[in-house]
Every structure is written in structure tokens, then in C-alpha cells.
């Protein structure tokens, strides 16, 4: 698979994920379930933001290793 789809794939997941944080931000947190449940959306939000990012770096040609990487000048 490309370098190009894999950055579109990304950010359609990440489109995604932003929506499903969103509509359970919404829900009022009466429940432990519905503010586990929107602990973990977040969580997994997160993740997909550095993911896509790594991948729309490494589009560009710079290869971060983690997410406290930072390019030297």
C-alpha cells in the first residue's frame, strides 16, 4: 500500500474517531460506563493523531521515531 493511501486511510479513521469523541462528549456522565467509554475514545483519538501524523510526516520524508521526537536544525 502506498505511503499516500495510508496517510488518506488515516485520516479518514481519525475523521472518525473525532466524530465517535464528539457525540460521546455529548452524553451527560450520570454512568461510570459512559465515562469509561468516553475515557477510552479519547484514548484511542490520541493514538490515531500521532499515527496519522508520523504518517504524514514520513510522506514528507522526515521519520519520527516517537512522539517526543523532534527534528534538529
Do not use: F, H
Not at 488515516?10 to 450520570?30: F, Y
Request: aromatic letters at 6%; charged letters at 35%; glycine letters at 2%.
Amino acid at each position: 500500500m502506498s505511503s499516500k493511501r495510508k496517510l488518506t486511510d488515516s485520516l479518514k479513521n481519525l475523521r472518525k474517531a473525532t466524530d465517535k469523541l464528539e457525540r460521546a462528549l455529548k452524553i451527560p456522565v450520570d454512568r461510570e460506563l459512559v465515562m469509561e467509554g468516553t475515557v477510552q475514545r479519547y484514548e484511542i483519538t490520541v493514538e490515531l493523531v500521532w499515527k496519522t501524523l508520523q504518517r504524514a510526516l514520513q510522506y514528507e520524508g522526515v521519520y519520527p521515531k516517537t512522539p517526543r521526537w523532534k527534528r534538529r536544525t
